[in-house]
């Protein structure tokens, strides 16, 4: 206990560490990125709240489509697929395979030890609404979104990088 207190005082002057509830946060992302390393689709499902996923495709499927100078007909017709089509995005694009390619484009390689806990919670930023956003670099903007139900696991819920980086693994 005595070796903890000057470290706590420091992260108190410094304000360098993380929050409790970042640091859970981080013991579930950190699982998922092990789910995804390994390939583990039950792990991986476990800790990705599919639903919001398509949610926020759909959603951003239809600012695009809504912001386009196409034909109101053909966004009509976009506004109706969109549903359909961010479930099939979903399906196809929600799996570890995706992900070990996003994080490939961010440098990670699969014989790089995954950060632990205490590295990862460091990179979690609390949003006003109670999720985290996981950023890149430190004041960066996020890139991915975890919420939490009490009782239950921080799931992945949202990705804010651009949608082309989400490319189904061959």
Known sequence: MR??????????????????????????????????????????????????LQREIEARMAHEVMSSKADQRVKALGLLL??????????????????RMVAASYGYKPSQPIPGPMTIAQVLRPLDDGR???????D???LLIFSHRPGDTWRLSGFEGDLKMLKKPF
Not at 82 to 99: C, D, I, S
């Open 3 to 52: 070796r903890l207190l000057p470290i706590l005082a420091a992260c108190l002057l410094v304000g360098a560490c993380a929050s409790a509830k970042q640091f859970d946060a981080a013991r579930d992302v950190h699982t998922l990125l092990i789910s995804i390393r390994d390939d583990d689709d039950v792990t991986f499902e476990a800790h990705v709240d599919r639903p919001a």
């Open 82 to 99: 969109g549903p359909t089509v961010a479930r099939v995005a979903g399906e196809a694009f929600v799996q570890p395979g995706t992900f």
């Open 132 to 138: 985290m956003c996981a950023v890149t670099k430190k």
């Open 140 to 142: 960066g903007p996020c």
